[in-house]
């Protein structure tokens, strides 16, 4: 019989030889299992070809979009006679190892998949709303630059037209004198640019076509200058530089001498008797509309409707300065006119703008005086003495509110009249001072210089009346004295 310790020895022999036979049948088993899945793998190694070629494509994602993806478990290493497996992914962990699906069991290769879909999902979506802001914000940025580009557009073409309108008219440009050489055989063009390099025009291209433009519709212009200096100011519009220096072909020249005193009609008439040829409608649109570029025709704001009404008066009546002047026989009514106004402006000097507010008037007032002192006076001496009345008579309005000048009457009838008959004073005019108080609507003649002092400087007196009469004036302080003074002067005639 064997002893305890032996029996205990066999039993421990048995069940570590029953064990190792276990663990060798295991291993069989499981031998023969991976037998079968390698056959089984290496027969559809050829479907998985194409698929293996995408899935190595994701070996090139770079390091930091590898992080952000799910790994698939690692079970073990790939091992010589695995090579021809298919491939999961790489992890990029310095050394680089590839890891196979082989290598996973069925449950995380599936869940490796299922997570791998959701992360391109997620991806694809994070695009699309990329893709839509983006489209969004450019739709958004290109209507703003769409707008701003249409907006910078209008406002450039707008200031262009603006200033180019501004050149052509001679609005806002200064009136200093400049003198100007045009050479010999110069073209517009050459023209054009000499009065752009001395600050005449502003718009050199603008001068040239214009200019191009009338010598089309003028037949007197035939595109030739007169070699020579000139005298132009900024302050001239396109027109009047053409006319001034500008060859024409059989244009006549008249040389006449407005007399002061002269109203637009008998301005317009006597130009007409000495061989200009007006054009009535013309010359009165002129007067009264065209913007001519001087401060006292810019002053001339809130006028009597009477004035811009030609049937009574013309908004330029009492500026067409008197003097001599060399027109075109086919000169245009704003040329003609604006030899005038230019004449008036250099006359009138900035002191006697200073002394009309001085004095409480306008410069239009101070003009319609002068007319009326014009009209009235027998000769220059009495011009400041013939203002004084008509001065005082405005300073004591409430006693003397009617200037009771004859000549306005005359105006107002617009034909001159011998004698005047009391029936004559109650004419129902605007201009009559007899009916209307204080100053008419306006001028009642184109004064002269004398005349314009008298209105600004008028005599230090007493009187409120006066009658002329064969030369001479009489004036007086009170109502009875004139009486006195008017028979006397019907007694002499």
């Known amino acids: 019989m064997k002893r305890n310790e032996d029996i205990g020895m066999d039993d421990k022999n048995n069940k570590e030889t029953q064990n190792k036979d276990n663990d060798d049948l295991e291993l069989d088993l499981m031998l023969d299992v991976i037998h079968k899945e390698l056959k089984a793998k290496k027969e559809a190694a050829k479907k998985v070809e194409n698929e293996k070629t995408e899935l190595q494509k994701q070996n090139s994602v770079t390091a930091e979009n590898e992080k952000t993806r799910v790994s698939a478990p690692i079970v073990k290493p790939a091992t010589e006679m695995q090579r021809t497996r298919t491939p999961g992914i790489t992890r990029p962990t310095g050394k680089e190892k590839v890891v196979y699906f082989d290598d996973i069991d069925e449950e995380a290769k599936k869940k490796y998949l299922e997570a791998k879909k959701a992360e391109e999902e997620f991806k694809k ?26 907006a910078l557009s209008v406002f450039l073409l707008s200031t262009t037209i603006i200033n180019v309108s501004n050149d052509v008219f001679a609005f806002v440009k200064s009136d200093k004198e400049i003198t100007v050489y045009i050479p010999k055989n110069a073209t517009t063009q050459d023209v054009a640019k000499l009065l752009k390099k001395n600050k005449v025009v502003n718009f050199e291209k603008a001068y040239e076509l214009y200019t191009k ?9 035939n ?21 001034e220096l500008s060859q024409s072909q059989q244009r006549g020249v008249v040389r006449i001498t407005i007399p002061e005193g002269l109203s637009v009609n008998e301005i317009v008439a006597h130009l007409t008797e000495n061989g200009v040829k007006i054009n009535k409608e013309e010359f009165n649109e002129a ?10 025709v810019k002053e001339l704001s809130n006028l009597s409707t009477y004035r811009t009404d030609s049937n009574y008066s013309y908004r330029l009546e009492g500026y067409l300065f008197p003097d001599t002047y060399d027109f075109y ?31 409480g008037l306008t410069v239009d007032q101070v003009i319609t005086l002068a007319s009326m002192i014009e009209e009235e006076a027998g000769n220059v ?14 300073n004591n309005s409430k006693t003397y509110p009617y200037m009771e000048s004859d000549a306005t009457i005359q105006y107002a009838f617009g034909k001159h009249k011998s004698v005047l008959t009391s029936e004559d004073t109650k004419y129902d005019h ?8 204080g100053l008419p609507p306006g001028p009642i003649s184109n004064p002269g210089i004398e005349a314009i002092i008298a209105a600004l400087y008028p005599a230090d007196t007493n009187y409120y009346y006066f009658v002329s009469g064969e030369g001479k004036t009489v004036f007086s302080k009170t109502y009875a004295e004139h009486q006195k003074a008017v028979a006397e002067m019907a007694d002499n005639k």
């Open 287 to 296: 007067l009264q509309s065209y913007a001519f570029d001087y401060r006292f």
């Open 381 to 394: 001496s009495e011009f400041q003495t013939v203002s004084s009345v008509f001065r005082n008579r405005l």
């Open 213 to 221: 433009y009338r010598i089309s519709k003028r037949s007197y212009l």
């Open 125 to 150: 979506s994070q695009r699309s709303v990329r893709t839509f802001l983006g489209l969004k914000f450019n739709s958004v940025a290109k209507l703003v630059l769409y707008i701003g580009f249409v």
């Open 430 to 437: 605007p201009y009559n001072t007899y009916l209307y108080k």
């Open 223 to 243: 595109g030739k200058y007169i070699v020579g200096n000139h005298k132009v100011k900024p302050s001239m519009n396109y027109d009047m530089l053409i006319e």
């Open 329 to 359: 026989t086919d000169e245009s009514a704003v040329s003609i006119i604006n030899k005038m106004l230019g004449n008036f402006n250099s006359k009138f000097e900035e002191k006697y703008y200073d002394r009309a507010k001085e004095l």
